[in-house]
């Protein structure tokens, strides 16, 4: 490639294609453009927005989650992925299991939650109106959803994650 100005000797000049999965090139994805096509659970629906297939990302997954009024997700986990979420409209809460109850934290927008890996839990929206919508950032390169018939407490690290 050529070098446009010596201080980025890799940027495509205007002349040379520029590929989804170039590692120098900012990629601009449009709220219009999110992808339905991602891991679903039962009840709220996942938006993918930056992942491996949209713009070549090697480590992360980034995009949203849509829970109708006065729905609760199916239970899940996403495996060895961490998560970040970020609280944007309505008043969702996400629950899981402690070992000896089912801990439910309410949340509002502006709020943030993690969720370690592997940990098994739901989201649910008891507003009757609105829905909830949440920004997710995963430290994997896709989504990674887990279904599970039941929620239940993480005794110790599954057999298939690393250190163990």
């Not at 934290?105 to 709020?111: F, L, N, V």
């Not at 969720?115 to 997710?136: C, L, S, T």
């Not at 430290?139 to 887990?146: C, G, H, M, N, R």
Request: hydrophobic residues 35%; aromatic residues 6%.
């Amino acid at each position: 490639m050529s070098s446009r100005d010596g201080f980025h000797p890799d940027l495509a000049t205007p002349s040379e294609p520029v590929h989804m999965s170039s590692p120098t090139v900012v990629h601009h994805v449009r709220a219009s453009e999110l992808s339905s096509g991602t891991a679903q659970t039962e009840g709220m629906q996942r938006f993918a927005a930056i992942s491996g297939g949209s713009v070549g990302s090697e480590k992360m997954w980034m995009g949203e989650t849509h829970v109708s009024p006065e729905t609760v997700s199916d239970n899940h986990h996403h495996g060895e992925s961490e998560t970040a979420i970020f609280v944007r409209s309505g008043n969702p809460a996400f629950v899981f299991h402690d070992g000896v109850q089912e801990v439910r934290i309410a949340t509002a927008p502006g709020d943030y939650i993690f969720v370690p890996p592997y940990v098994p839990h739901r989201e649910e929206n008891p507003d009757r109106d609105d829905p909830a919508v949440i920004v997710i950032a995963r430290s994997t390169q896709e989504a990674i959803v887990v279904n599970l018939p039941e929620l239940y407490a993480l005794s110790e690290r599954p057999a298939d994650e690393p250190g163990t």
